[in-house]
């Protein structure tokens, strides 16, 4: 394998880690290779982004976690894009939404456990629209990111405290009714009461 192949290698772990981030110990146990070479392959992928002409996003370094990061400069028109979308949250994101509510703090895998799939994607969308963030981190090998929701999340649904959300033994029954929180924030619902008025 090629120098630049391990640098591809790299970066695709780094994209791929979403919010936990890669360590040199992630790229020294991937590519079985010394600590020496692991800093200087992120450093030079680093490096790399940073000369890049036309990027979308960077990689940065945050006390020994590598991360994919968007570029500050183009902050307003990320901010426009999910202030547009804002209202609007796929029943794909509330599952993932109900789970943190409930079973917060939580990592992103327990919560992959609970679901039966994937939901990094979704994570995401829930950090951008604030209802959910970090509030620590497991005492656990990686020390993986534990989430929690936020008052955001309270206030989108009409909640004052989380004492108010329904029984936990509801919550499967309510999601597949779309309903578990306020309807709005569902994607779609607004289309479907439309075609059920126009049908009467």
């Known amino acids: 394998m090629d120098h ?6 790299i970066e695709g772990m780094i994209f791929l880690s979403g919010d ?8 020294m146990g991937v590519l079985n290779v010394s600590k020496k070479e692991a800093v200087s392959m992120l450093d030079e992928l680093m490096a790399h982004y940073s000369l890049k002409a036309i990027k979308g996003f960077d990689i940065a370094n945050f006390g020994g976690l590598y991360k994919m990061v968007t570029l500050p ?10 202030e547009t979308n804002a209202s609007r949250i796929s029943k794909s994101a509330l599952e993932t ?9 939580i990592t992103r895998v327990h919560v992959e456990e609970i679901r039966g799939v994937g939901c990094e994607s979704m994570i995401r969308k829930l950090l951008a629209k604030a209802l959910i963030k970090e509030v620590g981190r497991e005492e656990t090998p990686g020390r993986p990111i534990l989430y929690g929701v ?31 929180f306020d309807t709005k924030y569902i994607e779609g619902r607004d289309e ?3 075609k059920t008025g126009s049908s009467k």
């Open 20 to 27: 936990e981030g890669v360590t040199v110990k992630d790229v």
């Open 97 to 105: 939404l109900a789970i943190i509510a409930y079973y917060q703090p």
């Open 192 to 194: 479907d009461m439309k």
């Open 150 to 180: 936020t008052d955001e999340f309270l206030n989108a649904f009409n909640l004052t405290s989380l004492d108010e959300l329904p029984e936990l033994k509801e919550v499967n029954s309510s999601l597949e009714e779309e309903d578990l």
């Open 4 to 9: 630049n192949e391990y640098l591809s290698i």
């Open 73 to 82: 400069a183009h902050e307003q028109y990320y901010r426009k894009m999910v």
